[in-house]
């Protein structure tokens, strides 16, 4: 079973524009990690944040945690066609060692 | 350094045949992770060691999945009898702390 859900599902915008995903989860954390993944360069970590942290920045990118509404956002500023990919949210699996659990995804596509 | 690899990248097998899928972890993480992902879906979690042992093996769906990592090292995920739903991509990650390092994934296409 997965956890997060992000929305949209899919997302198309023009190079240049921002992009904006949101997850949201159902148990209580203490970080929340976004991965990339496409078919170039497999799922790649882009960014964690602590439930503790309220907002993290990481070049272009932007993440957002609320704990209190059990949701996240990430944004994507200045977006380039090498941004398109499937973007995830995961969660700690309520466990010690660090078992994720991911949302579906959403799928950016940033048109040239 | 070089990353997480897993072969082979894309196996084909006839429904009912065994098949065994490789992980190499970077080099001093004690921590692996194998995941499955199906068409569309996030990945899920298959089962994780710590160095040799097999702490989680709850996400296998079944007894015909075995995984092993017998000197702490390179991992093993093995699938007997083969079913049409065993097609995903099965994907292998280290850790050293909290950010798990993926390999890129062995497609596996049950006939």
């Known amino acids: 079973s997965q956890q997060g859900e992000e929305d949209p599902q899919a997302l198309s915008i023009q190079e240049g524009e921002n992009a904006t995903m949101n997850c949201s989860y159902k148990?209580?954390?203490?970080?929340l990690q976004w991965y990339r993944q496409n078919s170039g360069r497999g799922l790649v970590h882009l960014i964690l944040?602590?439930?503790?942290?309220r907002e993290k920045h990481s070049g272009r990118l932007r993440v957002t945690l609320d704990t209190s509404k059990k949701s996240s956002s990430l944004l994507i500023t200045a977006s380039r066609a090498a941004d398109t990919a499937s973007y995830f949210c995961?969660?700690?699996?309520?466990?010690?060692?660090?078992?994720?659990?991911f949302g579906q995804g959403t799928i950016l596509t940033v048109h040239p | 350094g070089a990353g997480v690899s897993q072969s082979p990248r894309y196996k084909v097998a006839k429904r009912g045949q065994d098949v065994a899928l490789r992980c190499d972890p970077i080099?001093?993480?004690?921590?692996l992770f194998w995941y499955q992902q199906a068409l569309g879906q996030g990945p899920e979690f298959l089962t994780y060691?710590?160095?040799?042992?097999?702490?989680?093996k709850s996400g296998l769906p079944s007894d015909r999945f075995f995984a092993e990592r017998p000197e702490g090292s390179v991992s093993t995920l093995k699938i007997q009898r083969t079913q049409q739903e065993d097609s995903a991509v099965y994907l292998c990650?280290?850790?050293?702390?909290?950010?798990?390092?993926f390999g890129p994934g062995t497609r596996l296409l049950v006939l």
């Open positions: 990650a280290s850790s050293y702390q909290e950010t798990q390092y």
């Open positions: 148990t209580s954390i203490n970080n």
């Open positions: 944040i602590r439930s503790n942290e």
């Open positions: 995961a969660t700690p699996g309520g466990t010690s060692y660090g078992k994720l659990t």
């Open positions: 080099s001093g993480h004690v921590s």
């Open positions: 060691f710590q160095n040799e042992a097999q702490l989680d």
